[in-house]
């Protein structure tokens, strides 16, 4: 049977009629239909109209990168002296896993209550030239107060590293709807991490304050997305992550809050993950055709990504990224949705 022919998808729908739509494919959330102000019920997540296009896209659209989410330099790292190289997917760099990670892969699908869905996924030793066979799975819960929830855990047999988080693209307006640049965003995060022209980051953990990555009184997206700033220069608009502030192992911060003024809508992320990676779909140009029939553009959406720190792995000033047979992994991401 091939991949497409496995492609499944399921509904949960909570007791407000507000539901969401996932997908076996990279653990990956399809849809999130959600009220607006006057009670209008929009989907406010990017998707493909064809399941298939979920396979091997570049916008990694909705999904669960891995076995390490965004960028290792060089693709290189060392476990106990022991060195690894992993794929050269981006530039010079490792990107999600590799051309073939967690994303791009089909895991078994469990509904474990009428709110609850589990994926699984068993990554083998070697598998993109990670090391140890590692178990990951991603438990998604719809609450009747439009929350969704999503643990993240990863077990292994052997030591190595992991980074998942979610790759979805929120649009407050509706995914058919154009640009989000107008919506603003508040982030929980004083400091930032400067990154190379290949964004990776240079290890220094710099203060937002006096730059346009200063998002710590709310914004629009696109109030500075053209400044002539080095970050943004690099990523043709924000493609960078952010230490969220009070980080704590095992604690849930608040991390960010996305709103519309046009709907009303309101996207509180909660997170116990040390760092929120913000891309502003710079790329989504020439993007497959949307669960709605038409094209995606530029900055159609927002990802709002928690996880650990890009190339953490070789920079040990970063939280550690590591798991083991004596060191599960875990994380939670809320996905809170309101109005005002």
Same mark, same amino acid.
């Given at each position: 049977?091939?991949?497409?022919?496995?492609?499944?998808?399921?509904?949960?729908?909570?007791?407000?009629?507000?539901?969401?739509?996932?997908?076996? @494919?990279?653990? *990956?959330?399809?849809?999130?239909?959600?009220?607006?102000?006057?009670?209008?019920?929009?989907?406010?997540?990017?998707?493909?109209?064809?399941?298939?296009?979920?396979?091997?896209?570049?916008? =990694?659209?909705?999904?669960?990168?891995?076995?390490?989410?965004?960028?290792?330099?060089?693709? =290189?790292?060392?476990?106990?002296?022991?060195?690894?190289?992993?794929?050269?997917?981006?530039?010079?760099?490792?990107?999600?896993?590799?051309?073939?990670?967690?994303?791009?892969?089909?895991?078994?699908?469990?509904?474990?209550?009428?709110?609850?869905?589990?994926?699984?996924?068993?990554?083998?030793?070697?598998?993109?030239?990670?090391? /140890?066979?590692?178990?990951?799975?991603?438990?998604?819960?719809?609450?009747?107060?439009?929350?969704?929830?999503?643990?993240?855990?990863?077990?292994?047999?052997?030591?190595?590293?992991?980074?998942?988080?979610?790759?979805?693209?929120?649009?407050?307006?509706?995914?058919?709807?154009?640009?989000?640049? /107008?919506?603003?965003?508040?982030?929980?995060?004083?400091?930032?991490?400067?990154?190379?022209?290949?964004?990776?980051?240079?290890?220094?953990?710099?203060?937002?304050?006096?730059?346009?990555?200063?998002?710590?009184?709310?914004?629009?997206?696109?109030?500075?997305?053209?400044?002539?700033?080095?970050?943004?220069?690099?990523?043709?608009?924000?493609?960078? =992550?952010?230490?969220?502030?009070?980080?704590?192992?095992?604690?849930?911060?608040? /991390?960010?809050?996305?709103?519309?003024?046009?709907?009303?809508? @309101?996207?509180?992320?909660?997170?116990?993950?040390?760092?929120?990676?913000?891309?502003? *779909?710079?790329?989504?140009?020439?993007?497959?055709?949307?669960?709605?029939?038409?094209?995606?553009?530029?900055?159609?959406?927002?990802?709002?990504? =928690?996880? *650990?720190?890009?190339?953490?792995?070789?920079?040990?000033?970063?939280?550690?990224?590591?798991?083991?047979?004596?060191?599960?992994?875990?994380?939670?991401?809320?996905?809170?949705?309101?109005?005002?």
């Amino acid at each position: 049977m091939s991949r497409i022919d496995k492609i499944k998808y399921i509904t949960l729908k909570n007791a407000v009629g507000a539901y969401v739509v996932l997908s076996n @494919v990279g653990a *990956g959330i399809v849809s999130i239909n959600v009220p607006d102000r006057d009670g209008n019920l929009a989907d406010v997540t990017l998707g493909y109209k064809d399941p298939a296009d979920y396979l091997d896209d570049g916008p =990694c659209m909705g999904k669960i990168p891995g076995r390490y989410a965004n960028r290792i330099a060089r693709g =290189c790292f060392s476990i106990d002296g022991i060195e690894y190289q992993l794929a050269l997917n981006n530039g010079p760099n490792a990107l999600h896993g590799g051309p073939t990670g967690f994303a791009n892969r089909i895991w078994d699908m469990e509904q474990i209550s009428d709110d609850t869905v589990r994926f699984t996924y068993t990554s083998a030793d070697g598998e993109e030239g990670y090391p /140890a066979r590692l178990v990951a799975t991603a438990t998604y819960r719809w609450t009747d107060n439009n929350s969704l929830e999503l643990t993240l855990e990863a077990s292994a047999d052997a030591p190595s590293i992991v980074n998942l988080t979610n790759h979805a693209y929120f649009n407050l307006n509706g995914e058919d709807s154009g640009s989000a640049l /107008a919506h603003t965003l508040w982030l929980n995060a004083s400091r930032w991490l400067p990154t190379d022209n290949t964004l990776v980051p240079t290890g220094e953990m710099a203060p937002v304050e006096g730059t346009p990555m200063d998002f710590t009184v709310a914004k629009e997206l696109g109030a500075d997305i053209h400044a002539d700033f080095p970050a943004l220069r690099y990523g043709k608009g924000y493609d960078n =992550c952010w230490i969220i502030d009070g980080y704590e192992p095992g604690v849930v911060n608040e /991390a960010a809050v996305l709103a519309s003024d046009k709907s009303g809508r @309101v996207l509180r992320v909660y997170t116990t993950q040390p760092a929120v990676q913000v891309y502003t *779909g710079n790329w989504l140009e020439g993007s497959r055709e949307s669960i709605s029939g038409h094209r995606y553009h530029d900055y159609d959406g927002v990802a709002i990504e =928690c996880q *650990g720190c890009p190339d953490a792995p070789n920079r040990p000033e970063f939280p550690p990224q590591t798991v083991a047979p004596d060191k599960p992994y875990r994380q939670l991401i809320i996905f809170e949705f309101s109005t005002i």
